[in-house]
């Protein structure tokens, strides 16, 4: 019963992650956790790339027509400036005026005078949105401004003007610059004077309109809230037209990885950060454009271009979130189908076990946990009838056993009770015999003297007989008593050598005693019974030896010390030395038929032996001779009596 | 006696030849040799006008160059006007900062100076207006008052006037009584003789809208800050001066892509100074360094060739000398070869 206790409740003594019902809700989530990441991480990263592209694509787009818008700016200005040439000087005398070594000032006046109604003119004929040029100007190889439409500018020189060089010998576009003083970007667009002979005379230059060029720019269709397009000069990387970055510096430097790409005369686009002291980035396309020696640049911001996915991204983790959750609660309701049996079954285990044989597990599904919870039913019932059949038959045996022993108690009892009335009357036999034999009611003749005697001889043998069956039957009982006080082993064998020297010398056989002098000179034991088994020894072997020699050897070993008694008489079988210990039994299994002796000798002493904690032994070697050990523990201090314990308590 | 064979040789010889490249190339080497001790005489105190200059000691340019440049204050210094040609031609310095007119007026009294560069490639110098007075051109002056500095400055504008035709005696010319604007603003003159780069920004400062005429949009152009240094410098150290002018253009440039950390070292020389009004006038004169179409430092000699013949005319110049000399196209030629 004691290895009951020690089986507690399994469940609770698993650890949570160890548990069943964890494991299966942890491998559902993610199952669903990492296929949904698989497929959406693939997904969105298409969705990545093609929205990326998607971006690039419309900037593209956006910068292509703002190059186009660019070059038909450009030719706008070429061709007012080109009907300004036909118009005035062609008609005129303007490369006249400007070979003449003595200009007349009247003439400059009247030159300035139509130069400026041309250009008004022709100011009328475009709209706000296409008046490509602010103003018209007229200056010789000296680089003397001698008429504009604008009256500020004449008497101006342009020779350091950037432009001033190359407009000397064809028609020129000047990069925008920016003119010191004005706090402004020009860009100056020349044609040559060339007189009837062919010669260059002057130069016929317009100012164009930036601002316009600004509104091409500005107009942000198409590039969302943070898209701009812009130009950035190759002189200096001046910003040449209004960026998003408030209060944008003219004489700063601008510089990114596509400004600077497209400066150096490439078109492409990329992902980098863009100009801002405060760098974003951004996704740009950049163009080289030529005819202005600028770079044109449409942008967006990254963050912007990737909305979709950022969205996209945000809508795929709550969407994890969401199913991850469901998943564990599909997993929990799975986990708990399983584990709440199982835990059922463990738990009406362990009450089984802690003998509660009542119990059964009701699950009343129909799968494999429902068939084993029934296996598991009729496994208890099974179990439950076994134990009642073992427990009925353990009753009987117990009844039986105490019958049997009440029995063999009653039988002993009955035996000692016998033997002792047996004993008084034989007594008188023997005593009365004897009282004949000495003549005491007169001389008996030989006849009656040797049928006396035979009467006595079997009434003493009768006796003995008796005596024996009262020792065995008082040892059996227990009533034998051991007493344990010091005694000499040395006197004993001494005594004994004297007593048996005489069955010795009648049998003619030779008898030997040694004692091991290493023996203590006092043992403490029973002397009168150690005696009594030594005697029964002795007897025995004088008795079943007809020639040769007995020994009596008296010995020490460790903590023991014994008493070995060897003969060289007729030896006994193999096959009887399991009985030879037993009562009424000789060899020949005849009742004291051949020898005499009751038959109980060696039971006897077998037992009284196993009264003093001891134990016997015999080597037997048939027609050799015997040999009886008896073992007996080492025992020097006198111990308390030792009372045998009545039978049955 | 026996012949040696030829690949015993082989070794001793590709090990001599080993030491003796390593010899040569050591003495090529720019920084194996101690760096060449450098300084240039500033013809102002330290301000934003040689931002470039602080920012080559600051951003290593010069130490990359092997170089050890010190850069001197100029102006008054203990109450003395430091003459800058004066400081290279007495050899307290390799190179100076000075306008055109007093080196021209340097070579024509034979001192042996040479111009080897240009800090700003054009000049600053215009007639500063009020926008709402409407004194576009220079006809517009007419009858107006304007305050001029007595001297050159003066015999400029008499030159500017008169390639326009206008009588000077139409103009009220009146002597510039100090470095500010106030006459303008308070309109006791209609106009004054300064530079964009102060006078204007001080018009802009005080929340007025200034209107410019330059000298240069009229055939008057000035080369205001030279680098100059002697004819032996050029001669004895070229390697140097050149090496000094890479290493200062290379600053320049830093000052250009960044006027905020070019205001930044200004106020490192000197701390008196207002971060935010250095920052405006080192923006406002970036475009006289590095106009359109040039190279930072660069020179014109067709803009020399016009200078001498103003200063001539105007009579700034007394002595005639040959203009050509007085400048050298050499370091930029090499600094940019085309």
């Known amino acids: 019963m004691s290895t009951l206790e020690s089986v507690k409740p399994l469940n609770q003594a698993i650890p949570f992650r160890n548990q069943l019902r964890t494991r299966l809700v942890f491998s559902s989530v993610a199952l669903v956790v990492v296929s949904i990441v698989i497929v959406t991480g693939f997904t969105l990263y298409q969705v990545y790339q093609q929205s990326q592209q998607q971006s690039f694509n419309q900037l593209e787009s956006v910068a292509q027509l703002k190059e186009n818008q660019i070059k038909h700016w450009i030719d706008g200005a070429n061709e007012q400036l080109s009907s300004i040439y036909s118009e005035l000087i062609v008609d005129s005398g303007v490369p006249a005026f400007l070979k003449a070594d003595n200009r007349q000032a009247a003439q400059a006046d009247s030159i300035a005078g139509q130069l400026q109604h041309t250009f008004e003119a022709l100011a009328q004929e475009n709209d706000v949105s296409t008046r490509t040029l602010t103003e018209a100007f007229i200056y010789d190889l000296r680089g003397s401004v001698i008429a504009s439409s604008d009256a500020s500018a004449i008497g101006k020189v342009v020779t350091i003007q950037p432009y001033f060089q190359p407009s000397l010998t064809a028609d020129y576009i000047q990069t925008p610059y920016y003119a010191i003083g004005s706090d402004q970007l020009n860009m100056v667009i020349t044609h040559p004077i060339i007189d009837d002979s062919g010669t260059i005379v002057g130069v016929v230059g317009g100012r164009l309109n930036l601002n316009l060029l600004g509104s091409i720019m500005a107009e942000r269709a198409g590039l969302g809230d943070t898209g701009e397009t812009y130009l950035v000069s190759i002189e200096n990387n001046y910003l040449l037209t209004p960026s998003r970055q408030s209060g944008y510096s003219l004489t700063r430097s601008y510089h990114s990885e596509g400004i600077d790409k497209a400066l150096s005369k490439q078109n492409g686009s990329g992902i980098y950060p863009n100009y801002e002291d405060t760098p974003v980035t951004v996704l740009g396309v950049y163009h080289w454009i030529p005819e202005l020696n600028t770079a044109l640049l449409a942008e967006i911001n990254e963050a912007e271009a990737q909305t979709l996915v950022t969205r996209t991204a945000a809508l795929i983790v709550g969407l994890v979130i969401v199913l991850g959750l469901i998943a564990a609660a599909i997993g929990s309701i799975a986990a708990t189908s399983v584990s709440r049996p199982v835990t059922q079954l463990t738990q009406a285990a362990s009450k089984i076990a802690g003998g509660d044989r009542s119990q059964r597990v009701n699950i009343g599904t129909h799968n494999e946990i429902g068939a084993l919870a029934l296996a598991f039913n009729q496994m208890t019932d099974q179990l439950t009838t076994n134990i009642a059949e073992l427990d009925t038959r353990n009753e009987e045996l117990q009844i039986a056993t105490a019958r049997a022993k009440e029995a063999a108690r009653v039988k002993g009892e009955f035996l000692a009770n016998v033997s002792h009335e047996l004993r008084t009357p034989l007594n008188a036999i023997i005593g009365f015999s004897d009282m004949l034999l000495m003549g005491m009611s007169g001389e008996l003749n030989t006849k009656q003297h040797h049928k006396m005697e035979r009467l006595k001889e079997n009434g003493v043998r009768l006796l003995n007989l008796i005596n024996d069956i009262l020792d065995i039957t008082r040892i059996e009982a227990r009533r034998v008593e051991i007493v344990n006080k010091p005694f000499s082993p040395h006197a004993l064998t001494e005594r004994l050598s004297a007593q048996m020297t005489v069955l010795a010398e009648r049998s003619a056989l030779s008898f030997t005693t040694s004692v091991d002098p290493n023996l203590p000179e006092t043992l403490t034991g029973d002397e009168q019974r150690i005696e009594q088994i030594v005697i029964n020894l002795l007897s025995n072997a004088f008795k079943f030896t007809e020639v040769g020699s007995v020994s009596l050897d008296i010995w020490q070993a460790n903590e023991t010390w014994g008493i070995t008694v060897t003969d060289t008489g007729r030896g006994i079988p193999p096959h009887a030395l399991s009985f030879i210990f037993e009562e009424f039994r000789q060899v020949d299994g005849g009742f004291a038929r051949a020898y005499k002796g009751s038959g109980l000798g060696l039971a006897i002493t077998r037992n009284l032996v196993r009264l003093m904690d001891g134990e016997i032994r015999v080597d037997s070697e048939l027609g050799k001779g015997s040999a009886f050990t008896v073992i007996l523990p080492l025992l020097t201090e006198k111990p308390l009596a030792k009372v045998a314990e009545p039978v049955g308590a | ?338």
């Open chain 2, 1 to 338: 006696m026996k012949t040696v064979p030829l690949r015993s040789l082989i070794l001793p010889l590709a090990l001599a030849f080993i030491v003796a490249a390593c010899g040569t190339a050591s003495t090529t080497q720019p920084t194996s040799d101690p760096a060449a001790n450098l300084s240039i005489q500033l013809s102002w105190s330290y301000d934003y006008s040689s931002a470039g200059f602080y920012a080559a000691v600051k951003n290593g340019h010069y130490s990359q160059q092997n170089l050890n440049v010190t850069i001197a204050s100029g102006g008054y210094v203990n109450g003395h006007y430091v003459d800058p040609v004066e400081a290279v031609t007495s050899g307290s310095t390799q190179f100076s900062e000075a306008d055109a007119q007093s080196l021209l007026q340097a070579r024509a009294d034979g001192k042996p100076v040479v111009a080897i560069a240009s800090v700003q490639q054009r000049g600053p110098d215009a007639v500063i207006t009020l926008a709402d007075k409407h004194i576009q051109r220079p006809q517009d002056l007419i009858g107006k008052t304007i305050a001029v500095n007595d001297g050159g400055a003066r015999q400029l504008f008499v030159a500017l006037l008169k390639s326009q035709g206008i009588d000077p005696s139409k103009v009220t010319i009146v002597p510039r009584t100090d470095f500010g604007v106030d006459p303008l603003i308070k309109g006791t003159v209609d106009a004054l003789d300064g530079w964009v780069t102060n006078e204007g920004v001080l018009v802009s400062e005080a929340g007025l809208q200034p209107s410019f005429m330059p000298f240069a949009d009229y055939g008057i152009p000035s080369y205001n800050v030279l680098i100059i240094t002697t004819t032996q410098m050029v001669q004895d150290h070229p390697d140097q001066v050149e090496r000094f002018l890479k290493a200062s253009f290379a600053g320049w440039q830093d000052v250009i892509d960044n006027p905020q950390k070019g205001a930044d070292f200004t106020l490192a020389y000197n701390k008196d100074l207002v971060l935010s009004q250095q920052l405006t006038r080192l923006q406002a004169s970036i475009p006289l360094i590095q106009p359109s179409s040039t190279k930072i430092g660069g020179m014109d000699p067709a803009v020399w060739q016009q200078i001498y013949g103003t200063l001539t005319n105007a009579g700034s110049l007394t002595k005639p000398t040959d203009v050509t000399s007085a400048y050298t196209m050499q370091f930029l030629k090499e600094i940019y070869p085309q």
